[in-house]
């Protein structure tokens, strides 16, 4: 039965909060835990055994974004169908499977490490606890296909809360190595999100059950096709977004490990509850089926108005954060995590140019939902050869930079290389996709009163950040306040098309 479709701000009100409690209640457990811990400490958890994790969980990255899309829409192939789509997620669960094994084992077997030493404990730990969450994949991408974004919200919600009490708990009240309540803490994430995803879908456990067994059959179709080019993706993807942290490991000592990880926790807590949320939810609406009354001209017509839309409201998303970012980088890391990490060296240089990358992501991950949700597997291809090549040219640099002005000069590489793909994404869309489409440059860009409330405001904060650090920061909300004020008032016509947006129709 198919109900009625859940509306663009509403399926993003569910992702911001499931982000807002999976993304902040973390951040302010690593604060705490922060203050007690020197920067070498704090290096190990969030910079090796993040990347362990990101590592093993990549696998089923490509499987979220081909599943995504829906079956018999124009971007897919024409014998994909929604039930191979919804079995397909199945396939996960082997791959991932072997790599929670051999990756923590590997790394072990590398470090010379037996289990009688905690930080071999906690990276099998970490291992176990990654097997658990791809177990519950199949039914994550069931409920995404479905709209069941109240699932999602509830599920993270319990599981982060979960994680973040064993975290703090085990860090602060018992005498045992900081990594294990680390490991520990994202094993309970773990068990909780595999429960409350299969507690809530007990039909389609049963289905993989069958599956497996070989009791029932399913025709793939074009949908393994579509699973490997978007993995590919994704692998280039951990190439380019991890390879940076693998540079740290080579050439940069515990002290720029322990920075990058508080920046990069700190400077992207912006990117996952307010970025990430926006560019799923225009993922999901661009991948609706093509609608019977409606001619592929008037769809592509319709498609660019909407881009311009969502590409104006990144926009202005991210300069809130690059105009004001670099100012007040200084001020955030003594208010939140002390004097020590204040004084420390390349700290707040580095926070400032991460907030300046920020606009950058926002426009390329907007840019880049759009132009995946509806490129043809052999488009697709083609966008993955461009990303493989930033993502070299990203490792190089970064290894040039990172001896040279230390973990800023990860920041630039990775600022350049999303220029790149930026650059490539919007070749195929203004190009190619809405040829012919009546776009011109000013549909991208604010109203001219939205400019000048940010040219104004980044004049205002730049004079203040000169002063006492109470008027500074008086001062950057009111102009924070003028600049949404003038959102609200010249750019009224883009929320509300926004507003009026669906996503997918949600099936019982």
Known sequence: MVVQEPGFVRGYAYLFLTQVMSRLLPFVVNIMVARRLTPEEYGVPTVHFQLISTIILTCREG?????????GSGTADGDVTDASQEAAGWLVIPIGAALSAGVPCAVLRLGGLDMDNPYAQAVASYGFSAFLELLAEPFYIRAQRRSRFRLRFVTETVATILRSLVTFSFVNFTERHVSLGFAYGQLAYGVTILICYAIAQLDFAYFGCLLFLGKTSVKWGGTLRLVQTFSTQALLKLFLAEGEKGVLLLVGN???????????????????????????????????????????????ENEAKVFATLMRVSGMLGLLVAVHGPLYSESAIRLLY??????????????????????????????????????????????????????????????YLQPRVGPTGLIISNSISM???????????????????????????????????????????????????????????????????????????????????????KMD
């Open 338 to 399: 002390g004097k020590r990490w204040a004084d420390t060296k390349d700290v707040s240089k580095s926070l400032g140019a991460f907030s300046v990358m920020v606009l950058i992501l926002a426009l390329n991950g907007t840019s880049e939902a759009y132009a995946h949700a509806v490129m043809k597997p052999n488009e697709l291809t083609g966008a993955n050869v461009a990303l493989l090549t930033s993502s070299l040219l990203n490792i190089i640099v970064s290894i």
């Open 419 to 505: 220029c790149l793909r930026f650059a490539y994404t919007m070749r195929f869309v203004v190009s190619e996709r809405f040829r012919g489409c009546k776009l011109t440059i000013a549909t991208f860009f604010p109203h001219r009163v939205v400019c000048l409330a940010f040219i104004f405001s980044f004049m205002t904060t730049t004079v203040t950040s000169e002063l006492d650090m109470g008027t500074h920061i008086l001062a950057g909300f009111v102009s924070v306040s003028c600049i949404l004020m003038s959102i609200l008032f010249y750019e009224r016509n883009t929320l509300t098309n926004m507003v009026e947006l669906k996503t997918r129709s």
């Open 63 to 71: 499987f979220r974004r081909a599943l995504m899309r829906d079956a």
């Open 254 to 300: 515990a002290d720029s490990q322990g920075v990058y990880g508080l920046v990069s926790s700190l400077g992207s807590l912006f990117v996952r509850i307010v970025l990430q949320p926006f560019e799923e939810i225009a993922f999901v609406a661009f991948s609706k089926k093509l609608d019977s009354q409606t001619t592929k001209r008037m769809k592509i």
